[in-house]
């Protein structure tokens, strides 16, 4: 079953206008990241956040991490035409199988020139 | 050129045929994973492998195998077990460290349609 649930399953804005993203999780994680997905491609990895962190940037991008709520959110500053993307957040854990993660639903970001 | 490499992009089969997909990397990544995305949807974890001839069950495995022979290969076989086989499959791979889930990278994709 899917670990993460993402709000707002869309979402669109105008260019130069900030994009904030919300990831819910079950249970308890090593790490959480965000992956981008344009249409029909392969995801690309943006962002981790380890399970001991509160938040991190890369360029345009925050992430936070509220592990008392099981709540992440992706900010992306300052948005253009290029950003529009799927997003999907990713629950790392390890079980005795081995790593893996568990992908969210996605939001589908527009961002309008 | 490092990366993943999925063959091919598009494929086509009929009802009741096997068929099977290609995923190699050159990154010397231990793990490798095959997801499934439905459209509109996000992935589902098919089978993955963090070791040559080993591999798991993910969570929708039922009408698939796999083989890990090779480091660099994870190759998905799609049966006629499986009901609803057209999807898009992507495969990824990431290096394995201690107590942590790191990063995939993942292929372009294989869309199949079965018709």
């Known amino acids: 079953s899917q670990q993460g649930e993402e709000d707002p399953q869309a979402l669109s804005i105008q260019e130069g206008e900030n994009a904030t993203m919300n990831c819910s999780y079950k249970?308890?994680?090593?790490?959480l990241q965000w992956y981008r997905q344009n249409s029909g491609r392969g995801l690309v990895h943006l962002i981790l956040?380890?399970?001991?962190?509160r938040e991190k940037h890369s360029g345009r991008l925050r992430v936070t991490l509220d592990t008392s709520k099981k709540s992440s959110s992706l900010l992306i500053t300052a948005s253009r035409a290029a950003d529009t993307a799927s997003y999907f957040c990713?629950?790392?854990?390890?079980?005795?199988?081995?790593?893996?993660?568990?992908f969210g639903e996605g939001t589908q970001l527009t961002v309008n020139p | 050129d490092g990366g993943i490499t999925q063959s091919p992009k598009y494929l086509f089969r009929k009802e009741g045929q096997n068929v099977t997909l290609s995923c190699e990397q050159n990154?010397?990544?231990?793990?490798m994973y095959w997801y499934r995305q439905d459209p509109g949807q996000g992935l589902r974890l098919i089978y993955y492998?963090?070791?040559?001839?080993?591999?798991q069950k993910g969570d929708i495995a039922e009408g698939y195998s796999v083989s890990r022979e090779k480091k660099e290969s994870f190759p998905l076989t799609v049966t006629s077990a499986q009901k609803n086989p057209t999807a898009f499959y992507l495969c990824?791979?990431?290096?394995?460290?201690?107590?942590?889930?790191?990063?995939?990278?993942f292929g372009p994709g294989t869309r199949l349609t079965v018709t």
């Open positions: 956040i380890r399970s001991n962190e």
């Open positions: 990713a629950t790392g854990r390890r079980e005795t199988s081995g790593s893996r993660l568990t």
């Open positions: 249970t308890s994680i090593n790490n």
């Open positions: 990154l010397n990544h231990d793990a």
């Open positions: 990824a791979s990431s290096s394995l460290r201690t107590g942590y889930t790191h990063e995939q990278y």
């Open positions: 492998s963090q070791i040559v001839n080993d591999f």
